[in-house]
């Protein structure tokens, strides 16, 4: 009875300033799927991104362009104004 638990990155999308990221924790017993549960989180341009899997830091760093990094500072100042 051999147990083992796995992290996988299974579902990443791109959003209009951020990028979702669902990550899904695996428990196997022989090698067959016992459970699997999900954590979700949103990183915005400007978030800390070293820590990440190369997977996921390779499509932020695709997607944040300096036009995005411009929009998403443009957005958070509209925010702050109301």
């Known amino acids: 009875?051999?147990?083992s638990e796995s992290i996988e990155y299974d579902k990443?999308?791109?959003?209009?300033?951020?990028?979702q990221v669902r990550k899904a924790t695996v428990?196997?017993?022989d090698g067959k799927e016992?459970?699997?549960?999900?954590?979700?989180?949103?990183?915005h341009p400007g978030s800390d991104i070293s820590t990440e899997?190369?997977?996921?830091?390779?499509?932020?760093?695709?997607?944040w362009t300096q036009e995005v990094k411009d929009a998403w500072t443009a957005y958070q100042a509209s925010l702050s104004q109301t």
């Not at 990443?12 to 990028?19: D, F, G, N, R, W």
């Not at 016992?34 to 990183?43: A, D, G, K, W």
């Not at 899997?53 to 997607?63: G, K, L, N, Q, T």
């Open 34 to 43: 016992l459970t699997r549960s999900f954590h979700r989180y949103v990183l």
């Open 27 to 29: 428990i196997k017993k």
């Open 12 to 19: 990443i999308e791109v959003l209009e300033y951020a990028v």
């Open 53 to 63: 899997p190369a997977e996921v830091s390779a499509i932020c760093s695709a997607v």
């Open 1 to 3: 009875m051999a147990l």
